[in-house]
């Protein structure tokens, strides 16, 4: 079984609408993130969680939230999707110990129409 | 601020021909600095790190990395490139000022021949 799963793995949605991304690990880290990727630009950080209290915006927070409902579960959320919002989205989880060995889940393709 | 170039958007080698990525970084610390591989449509899976230990770093797969400080250089190396080895290669460096975070390259997309 996955250590890190994403649901859904890819939906195509119309501008205006509410998207929620989910993410659940196995792996008992406190650490939890979200990361967008684009053609050429590598990953970007969105947001990020190092426990159920403490939630912080990334370098590309602006039209995301969040919500983290347990240790294992972190959500993305797109209030109202526009379609540069069209990207691979990836959650990651890392140790405390261990901050910078990140595992990722499989990512979630979106398109924003 | 810490940052990663990757020199090269694509690389592309004959299979059982030698593979080399170039990362240069940029930081005012010693730095972490991982190597993660993205397959199509995968997650990312990390390949080698360096973590101030010795220089040359050995990962999966018959890959390995040499950390070199005086051309803040970390180039990513396999002898002999397989079909399997075709995906996207990410050069990262570990941020230690403020929360700790990865900060990514911008991509190599190796692509192997037959």
């Known amino acids: 079984d996955a250590d890190v799963t994403q649901t859904p793995r890819n939906r195509i949605t119309k501008t205006g609408k509410r998207i929620m991304l989910e993410c659940s690990q196995t792996?008992?880290?406190?650490?939890m993130y979200w990361y967008r990727q684009d053609p050429g630009l590598g990953l970007r950080l969105i947001y990020y969680s190092f426990d159920v209290k403490d939630i912080n915006k990334g370098e590309i927070s602006d039209g995301y939230s969040v919500s983290r409902q347990a240790q294992a579960k972190f959500s993305l959320s797109l209030e109202s999707a526009i379609p540069n919002q069209t990207a691979l989205y990836f959650c990651?989880?890392?140790?405390?110990?261990?901050?910078?060995?990140?595992?990722f889940g499989p990512g979630t393709r979106l398109t924003v129409l | 601020a810490q940052s990663v170039t990757q020199l090269d958007s694509h690389v592309s080698v004959s299979e059982g021909t030698p593979v080399l990525l170039r990362c240069n970084y940029s930081s005012s610390y010693s730095p972490s600095l991982f190597w993660y591989v993205q397959h199509p449509n995968k997650g990312l899976q990390l390949l080698l790190k360096y973590t101030s230990a010795a220089t040359l770093v050995k990962g999966i797969n018959g890959f390995e990395a040499e950390f070199k400080k005086s051309e803040t250089s970390f180039h990513l190396t396999k002898p002999s490139a397989h079909m399997s080895d075709a995906a996207e290669y990410f050069c990262?460096?570990?941020?230690?000022?403020?929360?700790?975070?990865?900060?990514f390259g911008t991509g190599t997309r190796l692509l192997v021949s037959p």
């Open positions: 792996k008992g880290h406190d650490r």
């Open positions: 990651a989880t890392s140790d405390l110990a261990k901050y910078n060995e990140q595992f």
């Open positions: 990262v460096v570990g941020d230690i000022t403020g929360f700790q975070k990865l900060v």
